[in-house]
């Protein structure tokens, strides 16, 4: 019987909790009502930011959740830009006077909770993914260790070859 990937990644992937209904976001207001300029501005870059990084954690979890790893490099340069583009916007803020309502408050509070929902999805899925690498990683060294030992001594009792593991516990002559 042959596991798949996917299917470890699915082992050691934690419990998943029955569907709850999902919190009800906030709906965005078509028009802050005292919201300024520059306040509007950062309000609507963050907001994007957000939601853009909010995607990108949810098709990467996707992605490992499938057993397609092809793309874990790609997913990692495209979250690496999206923390620059939140750096930037964070910074923009700082440097501008913003006046935040109670809904615009109300609105990036959610905004932020969703997303720190989506972090820990995503975590729990490369978890797995790590928790599966490291258990196939164990069982290789320790086929590698048997086969190297087959043949390390004669029938009269002596060593034949030395085995020596690498600092990774791989056979360096393998």
Do not use: H, W
């Not at 209904?21 to 994007?48: I, K, Q, R, Y």
């Not at 590698?144 to 060593?159: F, P, T, V």
């Amino acid at each position: 019987m042959s596991r798949r990937f996917k299917d470890l990644i699915r082992e050691f992937a934690p419990e998943r909790k029955p569907d709850a209904p999902a919190p009800e976001t906030a709906p965005e207001p078509a028009a802050p009502a005292l919201a300024d300029g520059p306040t509007a501005v950062v309000v609507t870059e963050f907001l994007d930011a957000i939601s853009a990084l909010t995607a990108l954690l949810d098709e990467e979890t996707a992605a490992v959740a499938a057993g397609d790893l092809a793309n874990l490099e790609v997913f990692a340069a495209r979250k690496r830009a999206m923390a620059e583009r939140l750096e930037g916007v964070v910074a923009q803020a700082r440097s501008t006077p913003l006046t935040l309502t109670d809904d615009l408050r109300a609105l990036l509070l959610d905004r932020i909770e969703a997303l720190d929902r989506t972090i820990a999805d995503n975590a729990a899925g490369l978890v797995a993914m790590r928790k599966a690498v490291l258990a196939i990683n164990r069982s290789l060294l320790t086929a590698l260790e048997k086969a190297a030992s087959d043949g390390l001594y004669a029938r009269c009792g002596q060593a034949v070859r030395p085995v020596e593991l690498s600092a990774s516990g791989l056979n360096a002559e393998l």
